[in-house]
């Protein structure tokens, strides 16, 4: 009987280490051919590679992992590319044809000083720029571009070759959209790619950072978020049109948690009261946002719990300075704002400066992509108000540029202009800027528009006068009575007044402030702005 069972248990242990074997052998079977496989895929497109391969290609056909790829060349020279480059029976390669921008377009008429916004947005015009004849190049898989550089990057205006190079971006973009959302070869995520050649690489306002795969010398592969895309070229060519509340394709249900308001104060306690108006205008208003305020050390703990009552989120940050103010100066720590493309829980940021009262709920502009602001002078924007699209890549790249980059104005504004020189035209009344100063009259001073969304107070800021007055501070000075406005004033007062005491006691005018604004007064130019660089408004 005992020997019996041994024999059997012996039995089964047999057959079941025979089975574990044949198990473990077709496992390393399947490995084994599979490691072969990739292998073999590797060494037939190591084979298939020429020397004169460009490193862009290899990069785009690892990625595609198809055998054929269609490859569209724009704006690109005779006999700078060609098949034998890659392999012959891998590429189809179509010339794009189209019509170079006319030289008579000059970029003051793609991003005008001015436009009529009583007019619907589409019913204005802006100037003529040419595109491809779409429907021939609907199927590419790749387009391959020269960018020309431009002179706007360089601080020296913007010339022809800045139009030429936003034209080239635009054909570039609408034909991968076009492509991108095609069902090619039954395949449903259709993977479009960008390359560019050229030293400067594409707008970064049209093709992201984040959307930048491989960079080499003069050659940039980009695979980029086509809803992102799509949105952009959406968008009118230039701030000539107010830019339409269209949103990024599959976003209506955006997660509107991830959007807030941010502000920032550094370098002084000035602005304290500011910013606890503002967010009491923008409670007011009955937004749904989160508000984020960004300080540095310079704020007090007292301070601080007054901003906190107000509705603040607090997040500290080291100041940035900027390269290019003088030492001492109002600008001087103005690049502390590069900070809120660092706010990457966040997907969408309306930054807006804490010398502002909200007088309307301003959600719906979270829709919009960035850079959307309003315009400010010549074809710039103000960075009072402004939507941005939080990004760590963004920031590193603001942080090194911020050495190369020269302000026009020494401070934020005059950068970030230079750096998104494509940007998208919000109302005026967005952005009401307090400054009459091509009013014939002072009594006009008084006229705010009834749809103002939100006023901007320029020269000295409300709290900056004594609160016995009941009137602008500004009209005390001649040279700031153009920011002068007894009606802004009372609106701003309003908002004071409606604050409990507990945030009132933080707008106090204080010696160190009273000592300031005699300062400012000294130093002013003859347009009223604070020192000689001061060409911003404050």
């Known amino acids: 009987m005992t020997t019996n069972l041994f024999s059997f248990s012996l039995l089964i242990f047999s057959l079941t280490l025979l089975f574990l074997t044949i198990l473990y ?17 590797n060494i037939n497109f ?48 179509v010339n794009i044809l189209f019509e170079p921008v006319s030289k008579e377009v000059k970029w003051n008429d793609l991003f005008p000083e001015w436009v009529d916004e009583t007019l619907p947005w589409d019913s204005t015009r802006c100037p003529y720029i040419p595109m491809p004849q779409f429907d021939k190049y609907d199927d590419l898989d790749v387009v391959v571009a020269n960018v020309p550089c431009g002179e706007g990057r360089r601080g020296r205006g913007r010339n022809y070759d800045d139009v030429l190079r936003l034209q080239v971006n635009l054909m570039v973009a609408n034909l991968l959209v076009r492509s991108g959302r095609k069902n090619v070869n039954g395949i449903d995520d259709h993977k479009v790619f960008a390359v560019f050649g050229g030293s400067c690489g594409p707008m970064w306002e049209i093709f992201r950072c984040d959307d930048l795969l491989w960079h080499e010398g003069k050659s940039w592969v980009y695979r980029p978020d086509l809803g992102k895309l799509k949105q952009k070229v959406l968008m009118p060519v230039g701030s000539c049109q107010l830019a339409p509340p269209i949103a990024e394709p599959g976003q209506d249900g955006r997660d509107k948690a991830k959007e807030a308001y941010v502000s920032v104060l550094h370098s002084s306690e000035d602005y304290v009261c500011g910013a606890i108006a503002l967010a009491q205008s923008i409670i007011r208003s009955n937004s749904t946002k989160d508000l984020i305020l960004l300080v540095d050390d310079s704020i007090s703990t007292k301070s601080l719990q007054g901003l906190k009552a107000a509705g603040w989120k607090i997040k500290h940050i080291t100041r940035i300075r900027s390269p290019h103010a003088r030492s001492e ?49 010549r074809y710039v924007f103000n960075s009072g108000f ?42 005026t009344k967005l952005n009401f800027l307090k400054d009459f100063n091509l009013l014939p009259n002072y009594s006009m001073h008084e006229l705010i528009p009834q749809d103002v969304y939100a006023l901007h107070y320029l020269g000295f800021k409300p709290w900056m006068c004594r609160q016995d007055q009941d009137y602008d501070c ?59 660089k001061f060409v911003d408004n404050l």
């Open 386 to 427: 402004m939507l941005v699209e939080p990004s760590n890549c963004t920031f590193e790249t603001l942080m090194r540029q911020r050495i190369k980059v020269a302000s026009y104005n020494g401070g934020d504004q005059g950068f970030l202009n230079e750096m998104f020189m494509w940007w998208h035209r919000w109302p």
């Open 329 to 377: 100066t109002y600008n001087e720590w103005n690049y502390s704002k590069l900070r809120i493309w660092q706010l990457t829980e966040y997907s969408k940021l309306i930054f807006i400066d804490s010398d502002f009262i909200v007088l309307r709920n301003t959600d719906e502009f979270f829709i919009y992509p960035q850079l959307s602001a309003a315009g400010n002078s």
């Open 25 to 41: 052998s077709e496992k390393l079977y399947k490995i084994d051919r599979h490691e072969n496989e990739i292998m073999s895929i």
């Open 46 to 93: 190591a084979s298939r590679l020429s020397r004169s391969t460009p490193r862009w290609y290899q990069v785009v056909a690892r990625k595609m992992n198809r055998k054929k790829i269609k490859i569209g060349l724009l704006h690109v020279a005779n006999g700078s590319f060609s098949e034998k480059m890659v392999y012959e029976e891998e590429v189809e390669v």
């Open 474 to 532: 500004n009209w005390d000075v001649p040279e700031n009575k153009r920011f002068a406005s007894d009606s802004a004033h009372r609106i701003w007062r309003q908002v004071y007044n409606s604050m409990p005491s507990i945030l009132r006691v933080h707008c106090v005018l204080t010696p160190e402030m009273e000592a300031r604004k005699r300062m400012h007064i000294a130093t002013m130019d003859f347009n009223g702005r604070f020192g000689r």
